[in-house]
Every structure is written in C-alpha cells, then in structure tokens.
C-alpha cells in the first residue's frame, strides 16, 4: 500500500494512460510502474485527488466542481454539460432554407455543451405549408426560364450538372437531363435494393442509395417537391428529429411539454426552446426550479424571455450573428454588476482619490525650501512678478500702514 500511494504522489498521468513499457521497470524513473487493473483507476485516482489537495492544505474549489470521466481513448477529461434543444414549428418556422437555419441554430447550442437531442415538432400543415420566400424564389425561376427558352436571356456560363459533369446552355435543359438519365438509373437502383434482404440490402443502400451525396445534392435543386417545399427533409439532414403530431389544436405543445418533462428527468444541463408561445412559462419555471439552464430563442422577449436563463433573438440565430455578449445568462449579469457597483469598489474609488490629493499637498510642501535664511515657495514667482510691476518690495508691515493712511485720507475727504 505505501508503494502505490508513493506511486500515486510522484506520477498522476500513471492512471490516465496506460503504461506501455515491456518490463515493469521505467528507464526514466528510479522506482517500478504499477500496474492498477481499469476497474480500480476511479479509486485510486480518487485517492490521488485527496491526498494532493490534504497534502496542500487548501482545497480548490474550481477543481471540487470538474467532473472527469473516462472517454474511449481510456483518458479521464472535464465532462461536457448536456443540452437539449426543442423546436416548435407551428410557432417559430425558419425564414430561409432550413438546414442553414438548423445548423446556425446546433452551432449556437453547442457553445453551452454537448447537444444529446435536437427534436423539431409541427403538424402536417407546417410541412405543407409554402412560405413567401419560397413562393417569390419559384416565381422568379419561373420567368427567368420562360426568358431562357425565347432566348431573351443568355447566362454567361452554362448549367453543369451535379452528378456528371455534362453543361447545358438553360436550366430546363438540365432538369430534362437529369431526369431522362440519372432519375431512371436511381430507380432501378431503387428497385434492386428492395429486391435483397438482411445485411447485404443494408450494405447496397449505404453505397448506391444514400451514400450517393452528388444525386442528392443535385436533387435539391434541380426537383420541385411535390408537397412543402422540403422541409422535413432538410432538418434531417442538418440531424433534427421531425416528429409529426396529430391535426389537433396545441398538439405541438404538449408533445414539446412532454419532451421537456423527460428531458428534467435525464439531468440535462441545459435547455433550448425555440418558440414564443406563452403556455410553456410552466414549464420553464419548473424547470428553473429543478437547477436546469434554459435558454429561449424567439422574437418577442416577453413571458417566456421572463422566466428564462437567457433569451436570443430569433433572427440574429438564423443569420449567425450570435456574439459571446449576447449568450451571457441574466443571473451572471446581475452577478457582475453588483460586484462593479459594490461598496467595497466605491471605498476603494474614495481611497484612490484621497492618497491622490495627499501627493499633490506633498509635492507642494516639498517645493518650499529655505536657502541662505530665504524662504522659497512654489508661488515665489507670481510674487516676484507682482513686485517687478510696482517697481520695489514691500513688506507686510509697510502694506498695513498703506491701507490705514489710504482710509483715513478717504474719511477727511468725504467730510
């Protein structure tokens, strides 16, 4: 036992990575590695910490929070806080393509933590549903390939397509391309996956299905969907699980009601909403209740913004113009102010300026001398300037007589 705990004190790094030596002696150290089998490293580690921080006699309290845990590589990291973010999509749709929107939105909370579960919830309307950017993008395509077809318009370079290279001089030339060609062999390719079972059905659709990216991508923007305008479909390629609820009033709500519930349950860290209605302040208020950080995303900082951690725009997310200033939560603002605005700063502010004035007083005071029985003072100058004016020196006793014969004279002149 006192061979491990000397262990334990003069190498730390002994329980994070295994030892790789060939013999049980170290040529850089003068005492023998010990071996600690994986299912008492937590131990002995624990062990590690106690007596570094007993031996210290100070425990940090930064590094009592930190919970290690051991990652696949068998190294013990800071573990990550978890974060969950729900998307309410009859209240708050994307207004531009949705996986930007999406991804804008992972990259925010992945600045709290690790996001575990990134769910999205809408009736089938919202997916069927056409926004106006959409409807103003299909109909300026629309003319521009009417102009095309009467040769009214002339692109200056031509439309290549996405999956073989081949250039088009419009854009109905290429989708007529597209689905002539590739269209037809996705199909059949299509038809053969269906036609076999098991593993090597799994096996064909990775490699000709959905591990074909340059169809998918020509795809997109080549074909028109026929219901929506791909909504469901581009949130799940940004890693958003879409769940579609029943065609009934608040239906949304209670599935994200529900999906907060189990998230309280789970120990998340964190909790992202994106959404406006005002029935989940219950719910954002229990949830502050049980110590879990929740962050509302919408437009209007009204009910939800009041019982939330920290609420952000809507729209600075989408366009990605989330600043660190701006992920602050309020407690820590308030935290922050009342240590600027603290009577400890402001004595300290009335200490600086009193040993401010002291220095000016002792500098005066320095500057005044005696030289050869003459006294010198910092204002001897404007003295001596005065004097020069009135051509002699006079003394105090001769300036008090002046003023005596001065008034007097005044007095027999006046009777």
């Known amino acids: 036992m006192n061979l ?128 106006q950017w959409v409807l103003e993008q299909r109909r300026e395509r629309k003319q521009l390939d009417i102009l095309e077809r009467k040769g009214l318009a002339i692109q200056s370079e031509p439309y290549i397509c996405g999956v073989c290279g081949r250039k088009c001089k419009t854009n109905l030339d290429l989708k007529k391309h597209f689905k002539q060609l590739h269209e037809r062999e996705r199909q059949k390719k299509l038809n053969r996956m269906r036609s076999l079972k098991g593993k090597k059905r799994q096996r064909y659709k990775e490699r000709f299905v959905s591990g074909n990216h340059k169809y998918n991508e020509a795809e997109r923007s080549l074909i028109t969907p026929k219901l929506g305008y791909g909504l469901a479909s581009e949130l799940r390629r940004a890693g958003v699980f879409v769940k579609t609820v029943e065609d009934k009033p608040q239906a949304a709500d209670w599935a994200v009601k529900r999906q907060m519930q189990h998230s309280m349950s789970r120990g998340v860290d964190w909790l992202f909403l994106v959404s406006d209605d005002s029935d989940f302040s219950e719910m954002l208020r229990r949830a502050r209740d049980a110590n879990l950080g929740t962050v509302v995303v919408g437009d209007w900082d009204r009910a939800l913004g009041r019982h939330a951690d920290l609420w952000v725009p809507w729209i600075q997310v989408e366009n990605g ?15 922050e102010e009342d240590e600027l605005f603290s009577v400890t700063s402001l004595d300290d502010n009335v200490a600086n300026e009193s040993h401010f004035l002291d220095d000016v007083v002792d500098e005066l005071v320095a500057a005044r001398t005696s030289i050869n029985g003459v006294k010198i003072s910092a204002f001897s100058e404007v003295v001596e300037e005065e004097a020069e004016r009135g051509g002699q020196w006079e003394t105090e006793e001769e300036n008090l007589e002046n003023l005596l014969w001065d008034s007097e004279d005044e007095e027999d002149e006046y009777y």
């Open 321 to 335: 113009e989330v600043s660190e200033e701006d992920l602050v939560p309020k407690s820590q603002r308030r935290r």
């Open 4 to 131: 491990l705990f000397t262990a334990m004190d003069n190498l730390p790094s002994l329980f994070l990575h295994r030892p790789t030596f060939p013999s049980s002696q170290s040529p850089f150290l003068s005492f023998p590695i010990v071996s600690i089998p994986p299912s008492s490293q937590s131990i002995a580690l624990r062990l590690w910490r106690t007596r570094r921080f007993a031996s210290n006699g100070v425990v940090s309290s930064a590094a009592s929070e930190i919970d290690m845990v051991k990652n696949r590589h068998g190294v013990y990291t800071p573990k990550q806080k978890k974060v969950v973010v729900l998307w309410d999509l009859d209240n708050k749709p994307p207004r531009g393509p949705p996986y930007q929107a999406a991804m804008a939105l992972k990259q925010v909370a992945q600045r709290f933590g690790d996001v575990i579960d990134f769910a999205a919830y809408a009736n089938r309307h919202a997916f069927i549903h056409l926004p």
